[in-house]
């Protein structure tokens, strides 16, 4: 036996069948409430039944007090004439127009109807043909005490009913019809019953018996043995009701539900409402007064009944259930305690782990798959920690590697949030090691290098910023996972103040260089120039040849040291822009006045076309002059025959300057170079050794002086066939400026 229950408590899940055992406690408690229930429904349909028989019980009180009425008004309307009183017939009178006799005579019929527990006269009126009242008793209420008053004449040709009786209309119902009316001189409703007098075969006029709607519904009430009795209007508004002013309006899906009910008296609505703190049954049935509809009556009865009964029930039901959660509770609780003590010994040590107690183990000395999860959970920790101590380990050798690297390094994450900064960017951002690192990449103070880039090599003017006193080259690159996702970026920031500074000198020597080989060089073309000329003595043919290529070269060398100087110019800052409007035509001209006697002398056809009226552009006047001039230079020294066109396209919010050559064109795989430094559009030997080649800067200056103005500049070539160069520049008038520049942070 003992080893028996060693077998199954060593087995978790038989741990928890028990629980389950004493689920079918819990179901046959169910069951109780299920008999509660039906107990509940039957009690709650017997109740819909009481309340449907009191609906009809109040309906055939309606009818009673109609057929009272009418009997009470057949009474009135053949009386004959009183002899001992001298009163006269209700018909004669009625006839003649005799008010007084009239009264005289329907006096003892009022006060007998007023008194009979069957018709509760409240009101007894008498009209002509003419829908004037000549009789209109009506009981006193007032604190006066019982009694009649005589109102005075009204007219009742407004009402639904005159025309019918003064004309003797019958209908299904016959000639006596009845209804619920609101007489113009006061604002009480009544339930009337309305017949006519005839003298004769004439109808000599009518009779009105009204009892009071909150009357009606008090002996409605009463013989229907309600609680409480409310009339609606067809609107849902209330009309009378005996509960007071508490009830409320039908609701619209009330009314709704009563408008699609198409069987009312077969299937009744039944509807709960709570009146003064006590919760009523209303049932909703049409008012029918001769086959139609006038209203809604709602009997209500309370549900004090029902409530009783659950009352009467629910408690000792409650008290039972709760006996058995109470011992379920008690049972499920030793159970849980049983299970859930080693699991909360290694919930307990997981977090004293996760505290950082590495040497924390889990002390649980059962048998079961919870000792054996204890047992494995140890080990698993054991495996954890040596694999953390070898993380941590290799962490410390990364982070010492990173901050051993000499250039600047900045982890970031997608929001560009830092993560983490090395001691070299410490030192190029000027802050100390126990200073807080900035929190976004925007907040290092990095602007873009602009003026005095260096000029060789492709980074240039690409990814160098200023950093303080530093000049530093940026790159950023993302941090992909083994499963390939991104968790950020790292940013590179190489010191090249040094290199910087290198490259600048040996711009400003090449500059120098330059200005000192320009000199005299211009002293010995101008020199050439005054011997081809003649001044100093007629020379001969072999002379004049020698003299003449002695110029041109010296004129070559001039402007390739012209070239050379624009870009250390550029290089170093030297060179401003000044942006203002400018008329197209003038830099043009200029640029060509420079160069059309060269072309000339190669038999070449110089044709500019700038269309009238073209609006001023935005630019740098001698920038503009010295790109056309570079451009038509070019095209003149890779032009042998044909023409040179400069023209300019008006394109709606900028012009496009182009300048077309019928030269020898330019390959495909080079139309992209051209504008690179010391790239030359043409490798063959005819043009590596012509004497009029360049060295490659003449389009590198272009496109600087072009962007430096906010426009863009290329190039469409077809070889064999001509090449066309253009630039673009923006309108006087265009508000937008050139593009912004463009940070390392935004780049992240």
């Given at each position: 036996?003992?080893?028996?229950?060693?077998?199954?408590?060593?087995?978790?899940?038989?741990?928890?069948?028990?629980?389950?055992?004493?689920?079918?406690?819990?179901?046959?408690?169910?069951?109780?409430?299920?008999?509660?229930?039906?107990?509940?429904?039957?009690?709650?349909?017997?109740?819909?039944?009481?309340?449907?028989?009191?609906?009809?019980?109040?309906?055939?009180?309606?009818?009673?007090?109609?057929?009272?009425?009418?009997?009470?008004?057949?009474?009135?309307?053949?009386?004959?004439?009183?002899?001992?009183?001298?009163?006269?017939?209700?018909?004669?009178?009625?006839?003649?127009?005799?008010?007084?006799?009239?009264?005289?005579?329907?006096?003892?019929f009022f006060k007998d109807g007023a008194l009979s527990p069957g018709v509760r006269l409240d009101r007894l009126i008498a009209f002509d043909t003419q829908g004037r009242s000549m009789v209109d008793f009506e009981r006193r209420t007032s604190p006066q005490?019982?009694?009649?008053?005589?109102?005075?004449?009204?007219?009742?040709?407004?009402?639904?009913?005159?025309?019918?009786?003064?004309?003797?209309?019958?209908?299904?119902?016959?000639?006596?019809?009845?209804?619920?009316?609101?007489?113009?001189?006061?604002?009480?409703?009544?339930?009337?019953?309305?017949?006519?007098?005839?003298?004769?075969?004439?109808?000599?006029?009518?009779?009105?018996?009204?009892?009071?709607?909150?009357?009606?519904?008090?002996?409605?009430?009463?013989?229907?043995?309600?609680?409480?009795?409310?009339?609606?209007?067809?609107?849902?508004?209330?009309?009378?009701?005996?509960?007071?002013?508490?009830?409320?309006?039908?609701?619209?899906?009330?009314?709704?539900?009563?408008?699609?009910?198409?069987?009312?008296?077969?299937?009744?609505?039944?509807?709960?409402?709570?009146?003064?703190?006590?919760?009523?049954?209303?049932?909703?049935?049409?008012?029918?007064?001769?086959?139609?509809?006038?209203?809604?009556?709602?009997?209500?009865?309370?549900?004090?009944?029902?409530?009783?009964?659950?009352?009467?029930?629910?408690?000792?039901?409650?008290?039972?259930?709760?006996?058995?959660?109470?011992?379920?509770?008690?049972?499920?609780?030793?159970?849980?305690?049983?299970?859930?003590?080693?699991?909360?010994?290694?919930?307990?040590?997981?977090?004293?782990?996760?505290?950082?107690?590495?040497?924390?183990?889990?002390?649980?000395?059962?048998?079961?798959?919870?000792?054996?999860?204890?047992?494995?959970?140890?080990?698993?920790?054991?495996?954890?920690?040596?694999?953390?101590?070898?993380?941590?380990?290799?962490?410390?050798?990364?982070?010492?590697?990173?901050?051993?690297?000499?250039?600047?390094?900045?982890?970031?994450?997608?929001?560009?949030?830092?993560?983490?900064?090395?001691?070299?960017?410490?030192?190029?951002?000027?802050?100390?090691?126990?200073?807080?690192?900035?929190?976004?990449?925007?907040?290092?103070?990095?602007?873009?290098?602009?003026?005095?880039?260096?000029?060789?090599?492709?980074?240039?003017?690409?990814?160098?910023?200023?950093?303080?006193?530093?000049?530093?080259?940026?790159?950023?690159?993302?941090?992909?996972?083994?499963?390939?996702?991104?968790?950020?970026?790292?940013?590179?920031?190489?010191?090249?103040?040094?290199?910087?500074?290198?490259?600048?000198?040996?711009?400003?020597?090449?500059?120098?260089?330059?200005?000192?080989?320009?000199?005299p060089l211009q002293v010995i073309s101008g020199n050439a120039d005054v011997l081809i000329r003649g001044m100093v003595g007629r020379l001969n043919d072999e002379q004049a040849n020698c003299v003449e290529a002695i110029r041109q070269h010296t004129n070559?060398?001039?402007?390739?040291?012209?070239?050379?100087?624009?870009?250390?110019?550029?290089?170093?800052?030297?060179?401003?822009?000044?942006?203002?409007?400018?008329?197209?035509?003038?830099?043009?001209?200029?640029?060509?006045?420079?160069?059309?006697?060269?072309?000339?002398?190669?038999?070449?056809?110089?044709?500019?076309?700038?269309?009238?009226?073209?609006?001023?552009?935005?630019?740098?006047?001698?920038?503009?002059?010295?790109?056309?001039?570079?451009?038509?230079?070019?095209?003149?020294?890779?032009?042998?025959?044909?023409?040179?066109?400069?023209?300019?396209?008006?394109?709606?919010?900028?012009?496009?300057?182009?300048?077309?050559?019928?030269?020898?064109?330019?390959?495909?795989?080079?139309?992209?170079?051209?504008?690179?430094?010391?790239?030359?559009?043409?490798g063959t030997s005819e043009g590596i050794n012509s004497a009029e080649r360049g060295i490659g800067l003449g389009l590198a200056i272009c496109k600087q002086l072009v962007e430096r103005q906010g426009g863009t500049i290329g190039v469409t070539s077809i070889?064999?066939?001509?090449?066309?160069?253009?630039?673009?520049?923006?309108?006087?008038?265009?508000?937008?400026?050139?593009?912004?520049?463009?940070?390392?942070?935004?780049?992240?």
């Open positions: 036996m003992h080893r028996l229950w060693k077998g199954l408590n060593s087995q978790l899940r038989y741990q928890i069948i028990f629980p389950f055992l004493l689920l079918t406690f819990v179901v046959a408690v169910a069951g109780s409430f299920v008999v509660f229930y039906l107990l509940s429904q039957a009690l709650k349909q017997r109740f819909d039944t009481e309340l449907a028989n009191v609906t009809r019980s109040a309906s055939d009180a309606l009818i009673s007090q109609e057929q009272a009425n009418l009997q009470f008004l057949r009474q009135a309307a053949f009386a004959s004439a009183n002899v001992e009183t001298g009163a006269p017939s209700v018909a004669d009178a009625i006839a003649a127009g005799d008010s007084k006799g009239l009264a005289q005579a329907l006096e003892p005490g019982d009694g009649y008053i005589t109102n005075p004449p009204i007219d009742l040709n407004g009402a639904w009913f005159t025309d019918k009786i003064i004309s003797g209309t019958s209908d299904d119902q016959g000639d006596k019809y009845a209804g619920l009316i609101q007489f113009a001189d006061t604002n009480t409703l009544y339930f009337a019953t309305i017949a006519p007098v005839y003298k004769g075969d004439k109808v000599a006029g009518g009779l009105i018996a009204a009892m009071h709607v909150d009357s009606l519904l008090a002996v409605m009430t009463t013989r229907s043995r309600a609680d409480g009795i409310t009339l609606y209007d067809q609107s849902g508004r209330v009309i009378s009701t005996t509960f007071g002013d508490t009830v409320a309006p039908m609701s619209l899906d009330l009314l709704s539900a009563f408008e699609a009910n198409t069987s009312p008296f077969e299937t009744v609505l039944f509807r709960n409402e709570v009146i003064d703190n006590h919760e009523y049954q209303f049932a909703y049935v049409p008012l029918m007064v001769r086959g139609s509809s006038v209203g809604i009556l709602a009997p209500a009865r309370s549900r004090d009944y029902i409530l009783d009964t659950w009352n009467s029930t629910v408690w000792p039901v409650m008290g039972l259930i709760g006996a058995l959660a109470l011992a379920i509770f008690v049972v499920g609780i030793f159970i849980a305690r049983h299970i859930t003590m080693p699991l909360e010994e290694l919930a307990r040590t997981s977090t004293e782990i996760a505290e950082g107690k590495l040497d924390r183990r889990a002390r649980i000395g059962s048998e079961n798959e919870i000792g054996q999860l204890a047992v494995s959970f140890n080990q698993m920790t054991e495996f954890l920690v040596r694999l953390y101590d070898q993380v941590q380990a290799e962490a410390s050798q990364r982070a010492a590697i990173v901050e051993s690297i000499t250039d600047g390094i900045v982890v970031v994450d997608d929001q560009g949030n830092i993560k983490m900064i090395n001691r070299a960017t410490r030192r190029l951002m000027s802050i100390t090691d126990d200073a807080p690192m900035p929190e976004k990449l925007s907040d290092i103070p990095m602007q873009r290098l602009v003026e005095g880039v260096p000029g060789f090599g492709t980074q240039r003017a690409q990814d160098l910023f200023t950093l303080g006193e530093y000049i530093v080259r940026a790159s950023i690159a993302p941090v992909v996972g083994g499963d390939g996702t991104r968790s950020g970026y790292v940013c590179l920031l190489q010191d090249m103040t040094a290199e910087v500074e290198v490259d600048r000198a040996r711009t400003n020597f090449i500059g120098t260089i330059s200005h000192e080989l320009k000199t070559n060398m001039t402007g390739l040291l012209q070239n050379v100087i624009t870009i250390a110019h550029l290089d170093s800052g030297a060179t401003t822009t000044d942006l203002a409007p400018v008329e197209l035509l003038r830099p043009i001209d200029e640029a060509n006045w420079r160069v059309q006697s060269q072309i000339k002398a190669k038999g070449l056809t110089l044709n500019v076309q700038i269309p009238e009226g073209l609006r001023p552009v935005l630019a740098d006047f001698d920038h503009v002059r010295q790109v056309v001039y570079q451009l038509l230079d070019n095209a003149r020294r890779y032009t042998h025959e044909g023409s040179i066109t400069v023209r300019a396209l008006d394109c709606g919010d900028h012009v496009r300057v182009e300048v077309t050559d019928t030269g020898r064109g330019i390959p495909p795989d080079m139309q992209e170079q051209v504008f690179q430094r010391f790239i030359r559009g043409d070889p064999n066939q001509g090449s066309t160069f253009y630039f673009t520049l923006r309108y006087a008038n265009d508000t937008s400026g050139p593009e912004n520049e463009t940070t390392l942070a935004a780049a992240a």
